[in-house]
C-alpha cells in the first residue's frame, strides 16, 4: 500500500482550497496595484492563492507529520479531509456560513489523521505530539527569519502570517482538552508511564 493513497491526495487538495476559500478574505494580500473595490467585484484569485500559500503548509504538514510518524511506528494512519465525518463536515458549513454573512469567528476541523493499529500508548503519543511539533518548528523558524532579517522585502508579510498561524495552530492543538492533540499526547505519555 502506497504511504499516501489516491483518496488523500484528493482529500489534500480540496482541503487546502476550502481553507484557502475561507481564509481569502480575511488574511490581507498586498499587491503592487491594490484595487480596494476588486472585492466587490467577484472571485478573487490572488487572494485565494495567498491565503492557500499562508495557510494550507501549517496544515498539511501538521497532518502529514501525524501520519508519517504513526506509520513509521507501524500504524494504520489514513488522512480525511473535514467533509468525511459528519461533525466536520457540519464545522465546515457553518465556516463557510459565517464567511458569508461576515460574522468574524469560526471554528472548522479542515482535515484529521485517523491512527488505528496495535501500538503502544507511547507510539500514540508521539504520533499525536508529531503535527504541533511541526507548527512549533514553522512558527520559530518564520519568528527566527523575521529576527535576523534573513528575508526579501516581498516575503515579509507571508513570513509574519506564517509565524502566527503556526503559533496559533500549536498553542491551540497542544489544549489538553478531548479531541485535541494535547490531550491525545498527554494521555496516552502518561498511560505508557503507568
Known amino acids: 500500500m502506497p504511504i499516501i493513497t489516491f483518496s488523500e491526495i484528493i482529500d489534500l ?33 490572488e487572494g485565494l492563492k495567498f491565503a ?3 495557510t494550507a503548509p501549517a496544515i498539511i504538514v501538521h497532518e502529514l507529520a501525524h501520519k508519517f510518524v504513526a506509520v513509521s511506528f507501524g500504524l494504520n494512519a489514513i488522512f480525511y ?18 464567511k458569508l454573512t461576515g460574522f468574524g469567528f469560526m471554528l ?3 482535515g484529521y489523521v485517523g491512527i488505528s493499529g496495535h501500538g503502544t500508548h507511547l507510539q500514540f503519543a508521539l504520533a499525536a505530539l508529531a503535527g504541533p511539533l511541526v507548527n512549533l518548528a514553522l512558527w520559530l523558524g518564520a519568528w527566527l527569519i523575521l529576527k535576523k532579517k534573513m528575508y526579501r522585502k516581498k516575503y515579509y508579510l507571508l513570513l509574519i502570517l506564517t509565524s502566527r498561524i503556526n503559533m496559533f495552530l ?24 503507568a
Not at 479531509?81 to 459565517?98: D, E, H, M, N, P
Not at 500549536?170 to 502518561?190: A, E, R
Open 13 to 45: 487538495i480540496a482541503m487546502t482550497v476550502f481553507v484557502g476559500y475561507i481564509f481569502s478574505d480575511i488574511i490581507p494580500s498586498r499587491r503592487e496595484n491594490y484595487d480596494p473595490l476588486a472585492h466587490y467585484r467577484g472571485f478573487d484569485l
Open 52 to 54: 492557500i500559500l499562508a
Open 170 to 193: 500549536f498553542i491551540f492543538n497542544m489544549l489538553p482538552f478531548p479531541g485535541f492533540d494535547g490531550y491525545n499526547f498527554l494521555s496516552n505519555l502518561i498511560k505508557s508511564f
Open 81 to 98: 479531509a473535514f467533509y468525511r465525518q459528519t461533525f466536520t463536515l457540519i464545522l465546515g458549513a457553518l465556516a463557510v456560513l459565517s
Open 108 to 110: 472548522f476541523v479542515p
